[in-house]
């Protein structure tokens, strides 16, 4: 691939991502479950809902649920927005959870992504509140439930801090969308 084409390919992937940011609703990953309201949990707030009918290409009329009102602030910066409030089992503390995720920049450039590597194509798994991730995927993982996706802008206490890490530069803020694909409950059931 010359650099020409490099950068050809950045720039769609780029205005690619950035859609899914600014309309969560053309996301992929949004399309994979059907949303369902979420229950209000610990420090998470109520989950309200919208219905919007549209037409797919074949003329079938398809209604889907967005939630409207699922942003959530901790007081030590980590932001959490559920962009589609799956159905499925609810990560909790001491359980194996398998995600996709992309991560990206505040403007908007993706550094990472679960599907680019070969390994994590088929999800990433790690188990949460184990300390094997940063601590803001530790703790803004915490109450999603399988088949859901949520946005967290993670502040760099909750990242990697001042020090620099692969292609994230020490003291930035993080952004990722995390799609929950399994949970097995720390007794090792998959739900």
């Known amino acids: 691939m010359t650099v020409t084409q ?8 780029l205005v690619v991502v950035g859609a899914v940011f600014v309309f ?10 059907p949303a369902a309201p979420q229950a209000a949990g610990a420090g998470a707030a ?11 290409t074949t003329g079938q ?25 799956g159905t499925g089992a609810v990560a909790e503390p001491g359980d194996t959870v398998t995600v996709n995720y992309v991560g990206a920049f505040t403007n908007g ?19 949460l ?10 703790q803004g ?3 999603m439930k399988v088949g859901g996706t949520r946005k967290l802008v993670v502040p760099p206490s909750l990242g990697y801090g001042p ?21 097995e409950k720390g007794s090792g059931t998959t739900r």
């Open 6 to 13: 490099t950068g050809i390919a950045v720039a769609i992937a």
């Open 24 to 33: 969560p609703g053309l996301s992929p990953l949004a399309l994979l479950a």
């Open 46 to 56: 109520m989950a309200s809902t919208t219905d919007a009918t549209t037409t797919d």
């Open 61 to 85: 009329s398809l209604t889907t649920t967005m939630p409207t009102d699922t942003s959530t602030n901790t007081p030590n910066g980590l932001q959490t927005t559920d962009e589609v409030v």
């Open 109 to 127: 450039t993706v550094f990472d992504a679960s599907a680019k590597h070969q390994e994590t194509a088929n999800g990433f798994s790690f188990d």
């Open 129 to 138: 509140g184990a300390g094997h991730v940063i601590p803001g995927w530790d």
């Open 141 to 143: 993982v915490v109450g």
């Open 163 to 183: 020090n620099d890490y692969g292609p994230i530069p020490g003291n930035s803020t993080l952004v990722f969308e995390i799609q929950l694909l399994k949970v």
